[in-house]
T-cell receptor, first 111, second 113 residues
């Protein structure tokens, strides 16, 4: 499968715990995005990488959120001290440069 | 006011009908436009991509863009039950650093037998 891969698909965590999600983009794509989607809404932009450089972050990305893309390959998104409001679908997309292809997402539930 | 407005539906049509899905936008910087299909609990799947005013056709799908009116549409011909999903419009500003997409809320479509 040469599409965007995200792991895990589902994560249930207790409030206050840290969680980390992984995204493996399409191999030749140098642009990688993280979006968040809540029920009944469209995806909202969180952050953008071009190769290994994080070039833009949304104001939605509080200081509890951190994203990395070491060596310009896979990316991780970590949420520290999770809150119930963090419950959402976290989507990763990659592109070259315009048409963005999404993974299946990681559904986070904070209890 | 949101940058992209999309009627959330739900929209219910009989099998074989022509479906029209629409979005309006307010940001003149948006220059390219996409339509995604999203099944429940899945990621968005790219259906159509266009960057100019006019029509673009791909099989049963036609994307239409009117930049002067800031209005885009997706038409689905001969709709099938398998088309039942949420349809998201998305648009991008090529001058920004990220070329990130701004999405509508999505329109939920139900095609009935």
């Amino acid at each position: 499968d040469t599409g965007v891969s995200q792991n895990p698909r589902h994560k249930i965590t207790k409030r206050g715990q840290n969680v980390t999600f992984r995204c493996d983009p399409i191999s030749e794509h140098n642009r990688l995005y993280w979006y968040r989607q809540t029920l009944g809404q469209g995806p909202e932009f969180l952050t953008y990488f071009q190769n290994e450089a994080q070039l833009e972050k949304s104001r939605l990305l509080s200081d509890r959120f951190s994203a990395e893309r070491p060596k310009g390959s896979f990316s991780t998104l970590e949420i520290q001290r999770t809150e119930q409001g963090d419950s959402a679908m976290y989507l990763c997309a990659s592109s070259l440069p315009r048409e963005a292809f999404f993974g299946q997402g990681t559904r986070l539930t904070v209890v | 006011q949101k940058e992209v407005e999309q009627d959330p539906g739900p929209l219910s049509v009989p099998e074989g009908a022509i479906v029209s899905l629409n979005c309006t936008y307010s940001n003149s910087a948006f220059q390219y436009f996409m339509w995604y299909r999203q099944y429940s609990r899945k990621g968005p799947e790219l259906l159509m991509y266009t960057y100019s005013s006019g029509n673009k056709e791909d099989g049963r799908f036609t994307a239409q863009v009117d930049k002067s009116s800031k209005y885009i549409s997706l038409f689905i011909r001969d709709s099938q039950p398998s088309d039942s999903a949420t349809y998201l419009c998305a648009m991008g500003d090529p001058t920004g650093t990220a070329s990130k997409l701004t999405f509508g809320t999505g329109t939920r479509l139900q095609v009935t037998l």
